[in-house]
């Protein structure tokens, strides 16, 4: 099961990057219609990477909503690409693949876990295990009660993004509490600049965070992959990353996220 779910995950991961490069390809021209063979052929073989590699490994989510709206959409733009088609309309039918794909991911990732990640209320960690510093403490206890309040409130994106920032602040706590960071430097997944070397701290992202700490063996493989949902969500901060890619934040989406945050919270802690 669990290299099915990775295969699963890295799929989709496949189909957002294809989605991103059809959208840049396109957007290059100005044109009402897209009429190029160039840009009809790039439009095809996005498709038939869907048909023919994708689709196949996303078998178990073919009865869900979302997949089979993401396999319209391709089918649209397969057939779409044998003619003259608006580039506006590739346009806004990109925003809503990039938004199916996303929620897509999330989705498989939470089911093919649930018995990892229950949505169930659970008590608040215990910061001090991980954190001495007095003001930090109340600073983490005082957000962990914003954050719940956000979701109370339908303040959906707002608490997603306390999340994600309490899920940094946590991953840098374990770190400082390294005495020797060698092996954080030494990572495979440490990021690095152009001649090689591993970056500083303080250059480091949300996303370098989690893929080392699963690396060094802090959080799990499934509780990596929903920590880089998390991730993707909390870029919507953004307003014009929200409207780009059309991604609406519901009531469900929050207070899931919250279930895979504690439990993130959690193996963090007891690392």
Excluded at 67 to 89: G, K, M, Y
Excluded at 183 to 200: W, Y
Excluded at 229 to 254: C, Q, S, W
Aim: net charge positive.
């Amino acid at each position: 099961m669990g290299r099915h779910v990775a295969t699963v995950s890295e799929a989709l991961d496949e189909v957002i990057s294809s989605v991103d490069r059809l959208r840049t390809t396109l957007g290059r021209k100005k044109t009402k219609q897209v009429t190029m063979s160039e840009e009809k052929t790039i439009i095809r073989a996005t498709c038939l990477a869907w048909f023919n590699n994708h689709r196949p490994l996303l078998s178990g989510l073919a009865g869900e909503t979302l997949f089979q709206s993401v396999d319209r959409i391709f089918q649209d733009f397969l057939e779409s690409s044998e003619r003259a088609t608006s580039r506006a309309r590739y346009k806004d039918a990109l925003k809503i693949l990039k938004s199916d794909v996303v929620r897509l991911r999330s989705q498989a990732i939470l089911l093919s876990n649930d018995t990892l990640f229950s949505n169930s209320v659970v008590p608040k960690p215990d910061f001090s295990i991980l954190i001495s510093d007095s003001g930090m403490l109340r600073i983490l206890n005082r957000r962990w009660g914003e954050t719940l309040r956000c979701i109370d409130a339908k303040a959906f994106l707002a608490a997603i993004v306390m999340m994600g920032a309490l899920l940094e602040a946590l991953l840098l706590a374990r770190i400082n509490r390294m005495p020797d960071k060698t092996p954080l430097f030494k990572s495979h997944c440490a990021p690095k600049d152009k001649s090689g070397k591993p970056k500083p701290l303080q250059e480091w992202t949300l996303n370098n965070y989690i893929d080392v700490s699963h690396e060094l063996g802090w959080i799990r493989k499934a509780a990596r992959d929903v920590g880089v949902v998390l991730r993707d969500y909390r870029n919507f901060i953004h307003p014009e990353k929200e409207f780009t890619h059309g991604i609406t934040l519901e009531e469900n989406d929050a207070r899931i996220f919250w279930a895979i945050f504690t439990q993130l919270a959690e193996q963090i802690i007891n690392s």
